[in-house]
């Protein structure tokens, strides 16, 4: 069955960086892109953006460029968000979600995302 | 951005009855709009697809409709285990903007 599997928490200082990873097994990795959510403490879903399975070309939303680095290893079927400078404001839980449309071309836009990992959560605290 | 609204941000029900929540965009977005349901300390869940798709393995009791701006999800028998939270999201234009959820508490 397909499932996604993120990294452990973290806990990190201000300016520090982090990566989270999130491996994929069940289906083949490069046919279907991988989205980044994040969901501060009791709020609401952020669509941060997605990485192209296939291409590992990245796309931001605009709050969430600069700082913010998707990547992806294919030969380990992993993604991962690199964050940068963290802030206390990137206090979240992070999710990695896959999309549900299968795109073995590697050209489509994300949908839906019908799997998702089951969060990190990256704590920035001095 | 396309802006998604939900209403109500809450709402108190029983099992069994039939709960309608409803969710707004800021411009026409076809038929790309998503329903999830989360969980406490749980990750989402995809119900509705295409605004009207139900997800495999998915109960029934789960509805989606309408087109454009305005989309409901219905469940037509509140189930205990239906108490969570719900998002739409639109999948019309990146990025993909999710509503601001509603509430779904027992009365």
């Known amino acids: 069955q397909v499932q996604l599997v993120q990294s452990g928490s973290e806990l990190r200082k201000p300016g520090a960086s982090v990566r989270v990873s999130c491996k994929a097994s069940g289906y083949t990795f490069t046919t279907h892109t991988i989205n980044w959510v994040r969901q501060a403490p009791g709020q609401g879903l952020e669509y941060m953006g997605w990485i192209n399975s296939n291409t590992g070309n990245p796309t931001y939303a605009q709050d969430f460029t600069g700082r913010f680095v998707f990547s992806l290893d294919t030969s380990v079927t992993t993604a991962y968000l690199h964050i940068n400078s963290l802030k206390a404001e990137d206090t979240a839980v992070y999710y990695c979600?896959?999309?549900?449309?299968?795109?073995?071309?590697?050209?489509?836009?994300?949908?839906?995302?019908?799997?998702w990992g089951q969060g990190t959560l990256v704590t920035v605290s001095s | 951005d396309i802006q998604m609204t939900q209403s109500p941000s809450s709402v108190s029900a029983s099992v069994g009855d039939r709960v309608t929540i409803t969710c707004r965009a800021s411009q026409g977005i076809s038929t790309w709009l998503a329903w999830y349901q989360q969980k406490p300390g749980k990750a989402p869940k995809l119900l509705i697809y295409?605004?009207?798709g139900l997800q495999s393995g998915v109960p029934s009791r789960f509805s989606g409709s309408g087109s454009g701006t305005d989309f409901t999800l219905t469940i037509s028998s509140l189930q205990p285990e239906d108490f969570a939270t719900y998002y739409c999201q639109q999948a019309n234009r990146f990025p993909f903007t999710f509503g601001g959820g509603t509430k779904v508490e027992i009365k």
């Open positions: 979600a896959r999309d549900r449309r299968y795109c073995p071309g590697g050209i489509c836009e994300p949908t839906e995302f019908d799997s």
């Open positions: 295409a605004a009207a």
